[in-house]
């Protein structure tokens, strides 16, 4: 089966199509990054606006790189939820739209779902079961996944999400936007061990997750010191955060008895988090598995990926559709067989 894949969850336009026997054929993806970055983060109107301008282009752009055609497509998978609104109105009608006119059948994909599935397009891929560590802009959660659709959530952020952190502190350093790349380039010339910042709830005894403290802190560190020091300050910074997400982690490992850890979402490309986890696992003797980098971020391949896992419960495009901004991920249940 090949599947057509849409997302549009927020400010990348991703595309792929992926064959359920030879893998994934293609993907591009539009970034807008640099449109955005001028207002120092994601501007909704205006990402909407550019996913309407990208959608059909890229489209054209993968069929052609993946040797097919619209005929050749099997069906179609678009990011239902969460993410903005007017950016998911715009994949889902253009999935919908395509579906109606070619009489296909069509599924909405949970985004996070997407994230969650990445690292099986890696090989070698994890086998089920697994700990997730989501952990993106707007999540940081740790999952016991069981099989596709059998999610349990052991921990999430109570604040902030690792990513958002990331954003702000890079925002106090007047590093602009997005935040994550940023902080870490300006880490790998600063001496983490200058600056002692602390590791929020790392030894609460539960799997949660709270960022909002270390925010603060380095909020308190920049009045003091000034930016001066910004290579020091976000190295101290990504070091506290790394640390909080490997044990946490790794207390979701020994808690569950499960030897496989599986890392997805924007901030699992970040080296230092890597190594880190990379260490531990080769410590305690257990496995690590990422998505290859370019699929960290929001792809069309997750969600082409996802769609094909799920396209046993989708119907054919009739032209109706609806998208849910807001989406629990344990609200998913086990596709059909």
């Known amino acids: 089966m090949r599947v057509l894949g849409i997302e549009s969850s927020c400010d990348e336009t991703g595309i792929a199509v992926y064959d359920s026997e030879r893998g994934l054929l293609a993907h591009a993806l539009h970034s807008q990054i640099a449109m955005h970055a001028e207002y120092g983060g994601v501007v909704p109107e205006l990402a909407s606006r550019d996913h309407i301008r990208r959608a059909l282009p890229l ?5 052609e790189q993946s040797g097919c055609t619209l005929q050749d497509i099997d ?6 939820g969460p993410g903005l609104a007017g950016a998911l109105l715009v994949g889902a009608s253009v999935a919908n739209g395509l579906g109606m006119a070619l009489r296909l ?25 697994f700990i997730a560590l989501l952990v993106s802009g707007g999540h940081t959660q740790l999952m016991r996944v069981d099989g596709v659709g059998r999610y349990q959530l052991l921990g999430e952020t109570l604040d902030d999400a ?9 925002q106090l350093l007047g590093l602009g936007y997005p935040g994550g790349p940023a902080i870490s380039k300006l880490a790998e010339a600063g001496d983490a061990y200058r600056y002692k910042l602390p590791r929020p709830i790392l ?39 790394v640390e909080v997400l490997a044990a946490k982690s790794a207390a979701a490992l020994r808690q569950s008895g499960l030897m496989r850890l599986v890392v997805a979402g924007g901030v699992g490309a970040n080296r230092q988090l890597r190594d880190r986890l990379n260490a531990e696992a080769k410590r305690h ?16 391949a997750m969600i082409a990926y996802a769609g094909a896992l799920r396209m046993a ?3 054919p495009g009739d032209g109706r559709f609806s998208i ?8 998913l249940g086990a596709p059909t067989d």
């Open 313 to 315: 419960d989708a119907q």
């Open 105 to 129: 059948p069509v599924v909405g994909v949970h985004h996070l779902e997407g994230h969650l599935l990445s690292p099986l397009l890696a090989d070698p891929k994890p086998g089920f079961p």
């Open 75 to 80: 069906g179609i998978a678009y990011t239902q």
């Open 285 to 300: 003797r257990f496995e690590v598995f990422y998505p290859p980098l370019e699929l960290c971020t929001d792809n069309g």
């Open 324 to 331: 849910r901004p807001r989406w629990e991920l344990a609200e």
């Open 203 to 241: 030894n609460s005894g539960d799997l949660d997750f709270s960022f909002a403290g270390l925010k603060t802190a380095v909020l308190t560190l920049v009045k003091r010191e000034g930016v001066a020091h910004a290579a020091d300050i976000a190295a101290a910074f990504q070091l506290a955060a």
């Open 162 to 170: 690792a990513g958002e952190a990331f954003d702000k502190t890079a």
């Open 59 to 63: 489209t054209r752009r993968v069929l």
